[in-house]
């Protein structure tokens, strides 16, 4: 089982970048699928970016594509999300979450996901 821990988050200012790591404890990420998702206050956690078990592609929300890149590297049990030209709207608690996962359907909703991370907070002012 594995136990996530987030780290990277902070306040920038409009059009910095940002990179979130989250790190691996008590078992290696190649068996899982791996996604981030996000919640901004009031609202529903949401996706923002995916990587699917044994495969280097990703899936990206709309709102983020072409500004954030995730990266996953299996022997150092870390996924990475690369945020440029943050946004105000992209304020929000980050989370990084993992999903036993053995086909090649993309995993984007918060339910399909078994284990979190404890989120880690980005604020992004104008």
């Known amino acids: 089982q594995v136990q996530l821990v987030e780290s990277g988050g902070g306040s920038v200012e409009t059009g910095d970048s940002l990179t979130l790591s989250c790190k691996s404890s008590?078992?290696?990420?190649?068996?899982?699928?791996m996604a981030w998702f996000r919640q901004a206050p009031g609202k529903e956690r949401e996706f923002v970016a995916a990587?699917?078990?044994?495969?280097?592609?990703?899936s990206y929300a709309d709102a983020v594509k072409g500004r954030f890149t995730m990266t996953r590297d299996n022997h150092k049990n870390t996924v990475t999300l690369q945020m440029n030209n943050l946004k105000h709207e992209d304020t929000a608690v980050y989370y990084c979450a993992a999903e036993q996962s053995y086909g090649s359907r993309w995993l984007r909703v918060p339910e399909e996901y078994a284990y979190w991370g404890q989120g880690t907070q980005v604020t992004v002012s104008t």
């Open positions: 990587s699917r078990r044994g495969d280097e592609s990703t």
């Open positions: 008590g078992g290696g990420l190649g068996p899982y699928a």
